[in-house]
Every structure is written in C-alpha cells, then in structure tokens.
C-alpha cells in the first residue's frame, strides 16, 4: 500500500478483504485523533498502521529498509523541531548530529541483531557491538568538535563546553591507567 499524492488515495496492491475489528474507546479516539501522512478515515489510519507494522518486520533483517523506517518514524519529531528552530531563528548542531544518528544506530541495530538461535550469534554481536562503538564514539569526537572554540553552535553556547570537565577528567584516568599497564607489560 502506498499513498498516491495526486490522488489523494492510498494504492492498495491485489484484491481487497474487508476486515471487522472492535476497539477500546481510548483505541478509537487515537485513531480519530491521530493526524498520520495521508491518511483520514479510520481505515486509512488503520492501513498505515499495518504498513508501519509491515515495514519494520521486514527491516528487521534489512538494513534499508529499518533505515526508512526509523526516518519516517522520527520524521514528524524532527518536522517540530525545524519549526520551533525556523519560528525562534535558532539553531542547535547537537541536535542535528544526534537526529541524524539515532535513525542511523537503531536501523543498524535492528538489522544486524542475530536471532537467539543463530550459529554465528556470538561472532554476529561482536561485529554490533564494534559497529555501536563505532557510532558512538563517532558522535563523541562530533561533540568534542563543537567544544573546540568554546562557543558550540546550540541554543546554549556553552552546552558542551559545560560538561567536558568530568569527561576529560575520565579521560585522563583512562590515560593514566593506560600508560600504567604498557610499563607493567614492559
């Protein structure tokens, strides 16, 4: 099923099967309520909700397809924030570097997550585990990029200079452990 904007209509693939369901008064009142991207009539609603069902099913063992589906999950959170940010002429990098990740880590997450009976499970969550870190670390060195000069690009200027303190102090421990047991090692 997909929306068809000139028509304003969703295109259903095959035939048809009508479908009777009840639903609790506060179920109803979602569905009512609930604006969703094209959709207007209950049924509308109800078919976008299977499709979303449908989609992450099968993004669960694809990694495109979890991708587009996490974006359209998030798109209408990340829509209000452009337009609080367009109506207060504010910008925020951080939220821009976090949006753009949290899609991009949950779809690799959910693709790449074994099944509990896989042969290779383990080797499989070793690579996802080394894949998470990756993006992890990856967004870590983004927010120590927009420390640099004191004065991030965010809302609040000094939202990540304020707290690099305990950070770096970890760092340094690290550090010193590090060096510590290279010498034991020698």
């Not at 109800?46 to 979890?66: M, P, T, W």
């Not at 927010?143 to 340094?172: F, H, K, N, Q, W």
């Not at 550090?175 to 290279?182: I, Q």
Request: proline share 4%.
């Amino acid at each position: 099923m997909t929306y068809d904007y000139k028509k304003g209509d969703f295109n259903m693939p095959g035939k048809s099967v009508p479908v009777s369901l009840r639903l609790s008064e506060a179920d109803a009142e979602f569905i009512a309520t609930t604006s969703m991207l094209g959709a207007v009539t209950p049924s509308d609603k109800i078919r976008v909700l299977i499709k979303e069902a449908r989609q992450r099913h099968a993004g669960a063992s694809n990694y495109l397809e979890s991708l587009k589906f996490y974006h359209g999950l998030l798109a209408p959170t990340l829509q209000r924030e452009h337009v609080v940010e367009e109506a207060q002429a504010a910008h925020s990098e951080l939220l821009i570097q976090f949006s753009n990740l949290l899609p991009e880590i949950l779809a690799y997450v959910t693709a790449n997550m074994p099944e509990s009976g896989a042969k290779d499970a383990m080797e499989r969550m070793t690579a996802l585990e080394k894949g998470v870190a990756d993006r992890l670390f990856g967004l870590f060195q983004q927010m120590l990029r927009l420390a640099v000069t004191g004065r991030s690009p965010c809302y609040d200027e000094a939202v990540i200079v304020d707290r690099l303190e305990p950070v770096l102090e970890l760092c340094d421990l690290i550090n010193a452990s590090t060096k510590r047991g290279k010498e034991k090692s020698k």
